[in-house]
């Protein structure tokens, strides 16, 4: 079982930066899969970036060369670094944990991109 806390989610201006932080907890944190979702209003909710147990990444291409994901598998934590950030990227973020069949989500953090 591994339970995820997002955090760092805030209202920011377009062309700002923001980092989004995933912390997990339970055991076996190295050997998942981890990734950022993200859903906009009225939206389903689609992938924003991931990173294998290996640390191999691939982004959306709407997000591609601004986002940058990281996992720290010492600390149990992923991040999603986030620049140039534009309106289109407003969005409830979530973190994920994938392993085969086996799939938990965080609640979710609230990024508004907005002057």
């Known amino acids: 079982q591994v339970q995820l806390v997002e955090s760092g989610g805030a209202l920011v201006q377009p062309g700002g930066s923001l980092r989004l932080s995933c912390a997990a907890s339970g055991s076996g944190f190295s050997i998942y899969a981890m990734a950022w979702y993200r859903q906009a209003p009225g939206e389903q909710r689609e992938l924003a970036a991931h990173i294998t147990s290996g640390g191999g990444t691939k982004y959306a291409a709407s997000v591609k060369g601004r986002f940058t994901i990281s996992r720290d598998n010492a600390k149990n934590t992923v991040t999603l670094q986030m620049n140039s950030l534009k309106p289109e990227d407003t969005a409830v973020y979530y973190c994920?944990?994938?392993?085969?069949?086996?799939?938990?989500w965080g609640k979710g953090t609230l990024v508004t991109v907005s002057s």
């Open positions: 994920n944990a994938e392993r085969g069949l086996v799939n938990y």
